[in-house]
């Protein structure tokens, strides 16, 4: 049967979801995860059949690659017969700069823009290079198709993209706003309208994808306007570890309070702080950050507050960006599974047309619907994303199969 597998290679991870090509049903997913440390683990999943994993002995992402196509052909573990049932082979990667605006079918030229935007996203470009690299030598012959993350948000007007800084010097070092999550909004986007059972072009969406990294994006017509996330994934709210949107000077302030090198200050913005540096209960994870709460913890519900109130304000900006909104959606790992989150966002925003109705939010947690009162004149929505799929989807269109 034919195929899609979908690749996403992190610096220690790759991820893989094979698709039937015809539903787009899941066949087998998996995961190898800490590639070149210690304990390095396969972890495979058939739909309705037993979960296997071990510790493997894999040193790096070739060789986790070289590590999927095996396991998917195995007479006992396997679930297509060869590798020719694989049809494509879709990848996610997250920078394509100014140059990308579509899902791109893998050649040198993709090859090298993914290449020039190593600079710009140098935590995540080139180990998704790497990956494209290994299926080619793993899968020869097999079209890859590259899907990137910002992709979705080369829509957003110059208004929206450029920063206020000397133009010449942002045209030189390509500064501006790029965005990120784009494949997760666009998949919450077309499904919330699914679900609302209207057109994606006759809808104004403000879409909250609430991870440990968390960007939300104004969506007018199917396509992105806006976005929190900008140059990098630092700009916009606050996330589990990174700051979001702070007052620049305070960088050169602390260059001269503490002395602090630009190395230290990404560390510092990036891992350090967010609800991990608010909370101060040692963890980014907002799971521990309610239980802490609930235990009496004043600091872990100010870092809450902080959180839900920037949220807040960037869908307060983003309806002024769209004029109004049709619908807000909640997704991703705090999105979806969060009630406590998506009520203190929510929480006075009647004069809006915002009105959350308590008990849905309860019983809708984690699943696609909407959670709005009936008196709300903008829908609330839930939508889990799913990235892999969408990926998969644009992979198809891409080849047409
Ligand atoms: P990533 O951005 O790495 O893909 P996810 O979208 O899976 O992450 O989100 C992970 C985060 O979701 C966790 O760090 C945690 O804060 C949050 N989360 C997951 N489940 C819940 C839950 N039931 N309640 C509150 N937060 C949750």
Redesign the pocket.
Same mark, same amino acid.
């Given at each position: 049967m034919e195929t899609i597998l979908v690749v996403n290679t992190g610096s220690s991870s790759v991820k893989f979801t094979l698709f039937f090509s015809a539903d787009l049903q899941v066949a087998a997913s998996g995961l190898v995860e800490r590639i070149g440390l210690e304990g390095t683990r396969l972890i495979y999943r058939r739909p309705g059949r037993e979960t296997i994993q071990h510790l493997a002995v894999i040193a790096d992402i070739g060789n986790a690659i070289a590590n999927i196509l095996p396991l998917l052909t195995d007479s006992r573990t396997g679930v297509i017969q060869s590798r020719e049932e694989i049809r494509a082979i879709g990848h996610r990667v997250v920078h394509g700069g100014e140059f990308i605006t579509q899902p791109a079918l893998i050649d040198d030229r993709i090859k090298k823009i993914i290449q020039t935007c190593y600079d710009l996203a140098p935590l995540h470009n080139p180990p998704n290079m790497e990956g494209i690299m290994a299926c080619e030598k793993g899968f020869p012959g097999i079209p890859q198709v590259a899907i990137f993350d910002t992709a979705f948000h080369a829509t957003i007007p110059p208004q929206a993209y450029l920063y206020a800084l000397p133009l010449p010097l942002c045209k030189e070092l390509k500064i501006r706003k790029y965005g990120f999550h784009g494949t997760s909004h666009c998949y919450v986007s077309r499904k919330a309208a699914e679900c609302i059972g209207r057109s994606p072009s006759e809808l104004r969406l403000i879409t909250c994808h609430l &991870? %440990? &990294?968390c960007s939300i994006t104004a969506v007018s017509g199917g396509r992105s306007v806006d976005t929190s996330m900008g140059f990098t994934p630092l700009e916009g709210t606050p996330m &589990?570890t990174r700051c979001g949107d702070i007052d620049p000077a305070i960088i050169f302030y602390l260059m001269r309070q503490r002395g602090l090198d630009a190395e230290q200050l990404d560390i510092l913005l990036n891992w350090e702080s967010g609800l991990l540096g608010l909370a101060g209960t040692g963890s980014?994870?907002?799971?521990d950050i =309610?239980t802490a709460m609930q235990a009496g913890n004043q600091q872990a519900e100010t870092a809450l507050r902080v959180f839900t109130y920037r949220i807040k304000k960037y869908i307060g900006a983003y309806i002024s960006a769209l004029g109004g909104v049709d619908a807000v959606v909640f997704t991703?790992? =705090?999105g979806e %599974?969060?009630p406590l =989150?998506r009520e203190w966002i929510c929480e006075g925003l009647s004069e809006l047309g915002i009105r959350l109705d308590i008990h849905r939010n309860q019983a809708m947690n984690g699943c696609l619907g909407e959670i709005q009162d009936t008196k709300s004149r903008v829908r609330l929505l839930i939508v889990p994303t799913n990235e892999e799929a969408e990926i998969a989807i644009q992979t198809r269109n891409l080849i047409r199969i």
């Amino acid at each position: 049967m034919e195929t899609i597998l979908v690749v996403n290679t992190g610096s220690s991870s790759v991820k893989f979801t094979l698709f039937f090509s015809a539903d787009l049903q899941v066949a087998a997913s998996g995961l190898v995860e800490r590639i070149g440390l210690e304990g390095t683990r396969l972890i495979y999943r058939r739909p309705g059949r037993e979960t296997i994993q071990h510790l493997a002995v894999i040193a790096d992402i070739g060789n986790a690659i070289a590590n999927i196509l095996p396991l998917l052909t195995d007479s006992r573990t396997g679930v297509i017969q060869s590798r020719e049932e694989i049809r494509a082979i879709g990848h996610r990667v997250v920078h394509g700069g100014e140059f990308i605006t579509q899902p791109a079918l893998i050649d040198d030229r993709i090859k090298k823009i993914i290449q020039t935007c190593y600079d710009l996203a140098p935590l995540h470009n080139p180990p998704n290079m790497e990956g494209i690299m290994a299926c080619e030598k793993g899968f020869p012959g097999i079209p890859q198709v590259a899907i990137f993350d910002t992709a979705f948000h080369a829509t957003i007007p110059p208004q929206a993209y450029l920063y206020a800084l000397p133009l010449p010097l942002c045209k030189e070092l390509k500064i501006r706003k790029y965005g990120f999550h784009g494949t997760s909004h666009c998949y919450v986007s077309r499904k919330a309208a699914e679900c609302i059972g209207r057109s994606p072009s006759e809808l104004r969406l403000i879409t909250c994808h609430l &991870g %440990n &990294g968390c960007s939300i994006t104004a969506v007018s017509g199917g396509r992105s306007v806006d976005t929190s996330m900008g140059f990098t994934p630092l700009e916009g709210t606050p996330m &589990g570890t990174r700051c979001g949107d702070i007052d620049p000077a305070i960088i050169f302030y602390l260059m001269r309070q503490r002395g602090l090198d630009a190395e230290q200050l990404d560390i510092l913005l990036n891992w350090e702080s967010g609800l991990l540096g608010l909370a101060g209960t040692g963890s980014s994870d907002v799971r521990d950050i =309610i239980t802490a709460m609930q235990a009496g913890n004043q600091q872990a519900e100010t870092a809450l507050r902080v959180f839900t109130y920037r949220i807040k304000k960037y869908i307060g900006a983003y309806i002024s960006a769209l004029g109004g909104v049709d619908a807000v959606v909640f997704t991703a790992g =705090i999105g979806e %599974n969060s009630p406590l =989150i998506r009520e203190w966002i929510c929480e006075g925003l009647s004069e809006l047309g915002i009105r959350l109705d308590i008990h849905r939010n309860q019983a809708m947690n984690g699943c696609l619907g909407e959670i709005q009162d009936t008196k709300s004149r903008v829908r609330l929505l839930i939508v889990p994303t799913n990235e892999e799929a969408e990926i998969a989807i644009q992979t198809r269109n891409l080849i047409r199969i």
